[in-house]
């Protein structure tokens, strides 16, 4: 598909919405290989939270990723949402236990936030199958509870951090939703 399935994205978005304007939408997206005017088309739909997962700090994306995912290409269709769409809620996801550096997954939050990020969910990473990366390191829950407390310092609206957590965490529905209410009345 020449447009990544934007159009399929776009569509669906619409009529969900047409059958029930009252429905909160979230899209994980790709990134579309890069094509902006995708990621505009998603993100013009009429959705309420625009996702697309970072997956991990810069220096493992090569090693973690598709090898056509790119981590500045990925912060790139964050910021274009946004741009395109200041009220839209925007999400992210970081898998922890692949070999990152503290300093790494904080530099990962804050150019997040540069982007203009407002939600960001952080988990452990399990090795799927044996073709898979093995995990590095298993995440301590208190280690969690701090990147928690640095989402929040960093001015995410919304961090959800725990090793059970995945971008499609059932617990921040709520706040979420309060988030995309909120940006709706500004």
Request: glycine letters at 6%; hydrophobic letters at 35%; charged letters at 25%.
């Amino acid at each position: 598909m020449p447009d990544g399935g934007s159009a399929h994205f776009a569509q669906t978005v619409i009529e969900l919405k047409k059958s029930d304007s009252r429905i909160l939408v979230e899209c994980l997206t790709p990134d579309f290989g890069g094509d902006l005017s995708c990621v505009e088309r998603v993100a013009m739909s009429g959705l309420d939270v625009y996702a697309h997962n970072i997956e991990t700090v810069e220096r493992l994306t090569p090693f973690v990723r598709d090898a056509r995912a790119k981590y500045r290409q990925s912060l790139a269709v964050l910021h274009h949402v946004k741009k395109a769409i200041p009220a839209l809620v925007t999400k992210t996801s970081i898998m922890l236990g692949l070999g990152e550096h503290d300093e790494e997954v904080r530099q990962t939050m804050k150019d997040l936030r540069e982007v203009g990020v407002d939600c960001l969910t952080l988990g452990q990473y399990m090795q799927p199958t044996k073709r898979h990366l093995k995990v590095q390191e298993y995440v301590t829950p208190e280690k969690f509870e701090e990147w928690q407390k640095v989402g929040t310092e960093l001015g995410f609206a919304y961090t959800a951090s725990g090793p059970l957590v995945r971008s499609s965490y059932k617990a921040g529905e709520f706040f979420i939703k309060n988030i995309v209410e909120k940006q709706k009345t500004m």
